[in-house]
């Protein structure tokens, strides 16, 4: 490599600046890279993921008419393949109305209330998860882009000063396992980079659907915190920050995860 | 009058959690890089302890892996635990456990026996320690045990 093109590099490494012990975006890796081969097997194969069958309830409720608007998704937003396609890759988004990021299933919550002036789902329902892991397999091989509008800026560094904060009675911050210590293992289970390449996932140890915020819950417990309330600001923000950090990974949603 | 007797309540309200804490948890001194004296006043039970270093309540093998044989799932987050008993002496091992930060500041170890300073615990944890004090002093005498 020449003198110039060198420097060139040089400059645009310091361009793009990794914050201390953040993982580059070369040495990324999304959970399904730490399963083992019949985990990999079974997410792969849609006969035999059990999100699957999320994914065709979700199929139905897409087209159900619901609400006193009398209306079903697909009345505003037609085929899920072509409208949904890449929704998921840019979520949590921003939302006008709100004035504030929410995440996808916030966004199928506020179009029950406006649009088909119904009940919102509730957290980790059964409906709420199979239409969210149906539109998030419409992102499946896109890359995650969520992030990037200027108006989440500050919702995007408070989810970083939270994934940096030590809390609970073990005193540990998201990031001291899964920016630093993401190769080894707790217990003998791969701890893995906290990468959100595939909510909903189908969850081995759960034996069921779960979204982001349940495992977000799930690892706030494990440190002995106060888990976030769903849908809770600061869980938003947690949610937007892993999204952003996980920038132009590859979409595998809906994965199975052990 | 009525002012200086009620910053008075203010100050035994205030006063209130120390008192809590002081009956909680033992007081203990460090002397160099150790606790030198048990936080019971008598040496722990190195056969509860071992058991309570398998425990996955106790946390220890979520990180640590050692000479356990029987547990099939340990961690390698932090070193191993064999030979504890020759690196360190009971008491750099008492401080390691009462409250690792004071011997490094940046380690993931959590303090077992510390209920200050800390952010957003569980309500089913708060103002508890990890460890008792008798669990402390069991899973140091256990650790001394591990030579080699």
Not at chain 1, 140 to 148: D, K, L, N, S, V
Not at chain 1, 196 to 216: F, V
Not at chain 2, 113 to 131: C, F, H, Q
Request: net charge neutral.
């Amino acid at each position: 490599m020449r003198p110039q093109a060198l420097l060139a590099a040089a400059l645009l490494g310091m361009a793009l600046p990794v914050l201390a012990g953040e993982i580059a975006p070369s040495g990324r890796r999304s959970g399904y890279d730490f399963m083992s081969a019949d985990s990999k097997a079974m997410q792969d194969d849609d006969t035999a993921n059990p999100a699957m069958l999320s994914v065709l309830e979700g199929e139905t409720l897409w087209t159900t008419k619901a609400g006193a608007a009398d209306k079903s998704c697909s009345d505003c937003h037609g085929a899920v393949d072509v409208s949904m396609k890449g929704v998921a890759a840019r979520y949590p988004a921003f939302s006008a109305a709100s004035a504030a990021p929410v995440d996808l299933g916030q966004r199928v919550n506020l179009c029950r209330r406006q649009h088909q002036e119904a009940d919102p789902f509730a957290p980790e329902s059964r409906e709420l998860l199979a239409l969210t892991a149906l539109i998030a397999k419409q992102s499946r091989g896109m890359p995650i882009t969520a992030g990037g509008d200027p108006r989440l800026a500050s919702s995007v560094a408070r989810g970083r000063e939270l994934f940096v904060q030590r809390q609970g009675q073990l005193n540990l911050a998201c990031a001291n396992c899964h920016d630093d210590n993401w190769d080894k293992h707790l217990a003998g289970s791969a701890i893995t980079q906290g990468q959100p390449t595939g909510y909903p996932i189908y969850r081995l140890e759960w034996q069921g659907m779960g979204s982001l915020q349940r495992r977000l819950r799930g690892c706030m417990t494990g440190i002995r915190a106060q888990a976030f309330d769903f849908d809770a600001p600061d869980m938003i923000a947690l949610e937007l920050y892993l999204m952003s950090r996980a920038h132009g990974m590859t979409m595998d949603a809906p994965a199975v995860r052990p | 009058m009525m002012r200086s007797a009620s910053r008075l309540i203010v100050l035994i309200i205030a006063a209130l959690p120390a008192a809590a804490v002081a009956q909680t948890l033992a007081r203990y001194a460090i002397v160099g890089d150790g606790i030198p004296e048990p936080l019971t006043g008598q040496p722990g039970d190195p056969t509860r302890g071992r058991a309570l270093v398998l425990a996955r309540s106790s946390t220890c093998i979520l990180c640590h892996f050692g000479p356990f044989p029987e547990a099939r799932f340990q961690g390698d987050l932090a070193p191993s635990l064999a030979g504890a008993g020759s690196r360190s002496t009971p008491a750099q091992l008492r401080l390691r456990l009462v409250d690792a930060s004071q011997v490094n500041p940046d380690t993931i170890m959590p303090s077992y026996y510390r209920i200050d300073g800390l952010t957003r615990v569980g309500s089913a944890w708060r103002d508890k320690p990890i460890l008792s004090a008798e669990q402390i002093e069991d899973i140091v005498a256990y650790l001394a045990t591990l030579r080699e």
